[in-house]
Structures are given as C-alpha cells and as structure tokens.
C-alpha cells in the first residue's frame, strides 16, 4: 500500500540525512511516500523567499516517485505557495541525482566550488514554474488547493 504522507515525524530528518543537511520542523515541511509502512523516498522544502523555495530530494529505491507524487511536490510550491522556481541544491558527485533532475526539468544554472568537500562543488538546479510540465498532468487521486481553482 502507498502513502503520501505530509510532515510524517522522522521524515524530514531521514531526507536530510541522506542529503548532508539538516531539518528544522520549525521552518522546512516534507512530503514522503511509504510503501508497506516504510518509508521509500521523500522531500524536504526549506529557505522559502516568497518567488523561491529549494527542495531536498531523497529515496531509498529506483523508480519510488509515483506520477502522483511528483504533481504533488511541484504543485505546492508553485500553485499553492505561488512560487516562480524552484531550487535544488545537488553535490557535483553525485551523478545518478543530477541525471533524474534534469530528466523532471531542472536546469544547471551555478557551480559553487568546494562546498562539500575539496574538489566537490555545489550545483545550484532550477526549474521555473513555466516550464513545469508536472503541472499540467492530471493525478488519479489528488487534487490542488490552490486559491485559483476556488475562486
């Protein structure tokens, strides 16, 4: 059985330890996805500036992110919390996650040198809301709150 879970405790720590940060539950929100009771893989969304928010990615298994899902963590930040882009920050090593973010949309768009260790830079992708085509999916079992479709 999948579950969407929204700010499960132990999630947004799980994420972040996977990718070297830190969660604040007072500030950052995640979004997971259990499997069977068990957590397979997750966000966590922090340093929100009103046109910006970054988001952490973490999972535990290939192919983890239902369709659903990945409508889910970019519905929010764009429709919901009316977001132009959104940021995610990626270790230059780590080549598996920079493939399956450029394949979900995001583009490179700066380098920083030796944030994580000498010789592994931090690589700054971003995906605008304009070019999101996860927003024009339609998921089987979700819908947006967003204020637009009430209004």
Known sequence: MKQIMVNHPGDGEWVMTRVG????????H??????DGEIA?????TSYFGNSIMMHVA???DNWPTRDFIWMIFDYPFNQLGVDMVLGPVASTNTRALSV????????VA???????PGVDLIILQMK????????????KYRSNARSEYA
Request: one cysteine or more; hydrophobic letters at 35%.
């Open 129 to 140: 809301k304009r070019d999101c085509r996860w927003l024009r999916m339609k998921p089987r």
């Open 21 to 28: 940060g830190m969660f604040n539950e007072k500030t950052d």
């Open 101 to 108: 973010d450029t394949r979900l949309g995001f583009v490179p």
């Open 41 to 45: 893989g997750g966000l966590v969304y």
């Open 59 to 61: 999972g535990s298994e």
């Open 30 to 35: 995640c979004v997971s996805l259990h499997r």
């Open 111 to 117: 380098r920083i040198a030796d944030v994580y260790a």
